[in-house]
């Protein structure tokens, strides 16, 4: 019994290390996030637990041998290093405060109590004045081409409209797993929501996911009237494939090459929030991971085998896409994320505010890991404050015209 104790120590304190300091670079790029990300954002479910398994133990069978002694130790460094993960996460609500003052926004609720009974109750995502229409078809195809609709219960007319995009590498993922927090703190504001699925690769090759989401911003402004929203108002965002996807969407508005059948209709969005998104696809940032992304068999997988280099990477690259007229940008990454390095999204943001007319802001959060933002926490619950406070800027036109940074904190 005393060495079950001892083995479960030693991987929570492995893991609470993890979460610190994820173990670099492939092929434990996949295992340090998982670990870290879970570890990082539920630190207090498991700060409780590790205490309690502590104090179970030494109740039972007290403090006899090597081994109890041994076990106690790395409970006590497991607990340490959870604690520092939960002040780190409560460090976001300031990093998300100083991105939104660098572009002259600010956040109504800065320096609010944090909401411990959300980070308590991390999934669920109920709130009795949102109503979830599921499963609408946005366009002919299947389950591939439906949306799920969040909007608040009494569809209040003139409502903006929000567009989520699910990340999973661009070959899985779902509507129904991301971005759930930011859809229902939104819908509660008044937004009319839509998370959507779009074809996958390998049987989707680039750029049928992109044209897919062009047809669901088209279906957001033709379905409004049934929800009483704003056709003038649409922003995009997502998280990590769904992220580069946002980005995407956001500076390709209105390219008639990537609308075929439907060159004419608007697709332009008014602000982007990408979170911890895949920007560089053709290696022009020169970082490592980017690069052996790049040559990896998932970039086959996405263009398709005899994608000519550089022509139509580039052609899928945000980083190549940057221009004038992009609108509003919050861009949000951790700078523990295993899977996309936090450098490739420093250089996107300094990229495109060396030419942007719009403010781009850009909050990196220190300790984040990838995919922070899938369920509730201590963490998460911050950063979609922040992001509500952008968005709600853009929509009111109050963010500052001369907030174009050309530079931020650690770029």
Known sequence: MTKSFLVRQV????????ALRPVPGMPTSVPAFLSGWLTSELAPQLLAATIVDAGVHTARYGVRSRTDRIGLALAAAASAGLTANIVAGRRAGAEMAAALAEIGVTDPASGAPLDWRSAARPF???RPEVRRVRNLAYAPGGTRFHADVYHHRDTPAGAPMLLQIHG?????????????????????RGWVCAAVNYPLSPKAVWPEHLIALKRAVRWMREERPRFGADPDFLAVTGGSAGGHLAAMVALTANDPALQPGFEEVDTSVQACVPFYGAYDFAGESGIKAVRQRVESALSEMILGKDAPFPEAYLAASPLAKVHAEAPPFLVIHGTNDSLIPVAEARDFVRRLRAVAGNPVGYAELRGAQHAFDIFHSIRTDQVI?????????????????DAVPVSGRAM
């Open 11 to 18: 991987f929570n304190a492995a893991a609470a290390v993890n």
């Open 385 to 401: 404050r922040g992001v509500a406070a952008f968005l709600g800027s853009v929509r009111a036109g109050a963010l500052a015209e």
């Open 168 to 188: 999973g590498g661009w070959v899985i993922g779902n509507k129904d797993q991301q971005g759930l927090p930011l859809m229902v703190e939104m819908a509660s």
């Open 124 to 126: 669920d995502f109920r």
